[in-house]
C-alpha cells in the first residue's frame, strides 16, 4: 500500500519524506489555510520536496472552471494530481482533464456509487473519507471495501485512496481491505512506528549487552 502524507505544513512533509516510508502528498484548502501562507508558494515548495504525486485541490464550482484551474495546476510539476470534489460538475471536469492526460484525485466522496462515477470518469485516484464516516456512526471502511469489490468486478483502474484517517488502525483496515493507497497526517505516521513491546525488547537488548565483557 502506498503510503501519502496529509499535509501542507512543509517542515512536516519535508522531515516525514526523510523516512523513507512517504510516495506522496495529499493538501486540501484546509491544510493550506493553517499554514497561514499563499498556496501556490506552499505548493511549489511541496513539489520541491516530494519525488511523487502531489494533490492540489481546485476550488471552482462549474466544469469549465475546474478544467481551467486543474490545467493550470497540472503545469506547475509533472507530480501534480489536480484534486476535484465529487460533485456532478467536478466528475465532468475528471472526464475532460483525464482525456487531456491529467491525473486526478476525486476527494469528498462518501458512498462506493460515487467512487463507481468517478471511476467511469477516468479518476486516477478516489478518496473516501473514512474516518468522517466513522464521525456519524457509519462504518467508513465498510465503503472501503464496497469500492475494492466494484473496481474488481469490473476492472477499473481507478486506485483507492483511503483518506481522514484518524488513527492506526485505519491504516491496518485499509491495508486488510486492498486500498492501494492511504493518506494520513504526520502524527498518525508517527504512531505507525509506536510498538511497546519493540521499546522494551531493545531496551533489554541494551542491558544485556551492557553485560557482554568488552575485549
Ligand atoms: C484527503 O485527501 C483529505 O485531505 C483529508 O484526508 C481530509 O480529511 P480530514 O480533514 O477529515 O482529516
Redesign the pocket.
Known sequence: MKIFI?SADVDKIREAWGWGIIDGC???P??VAKTGRKHMEVYREILDIVDGPV?L?TISLSAKEIVDEGRALAKLHKNVVV?VPVIREGLMAVKQLNSEGIKT?V?VTFSPLQAMLAAKCGATYI?P?V??LDAIGHNGMDCIKQIRTIYDNYAFETQI?T????HPLHVLEAALAGSDVI???YEVLIQLYDHPLTDIGVDIFLKDWAKVPKA
Not at 483518506?163 to 484518524?166: N, P, Y
Open positions: 496529509d495529499t493538501t486540501n484546509s491544510h494533490s485541490e484534486k484525485n476527494t478518496s473519507f474516518g468522517r485512496l483518506a481522514a484517517v484518524r493518506t494520513m497526517a
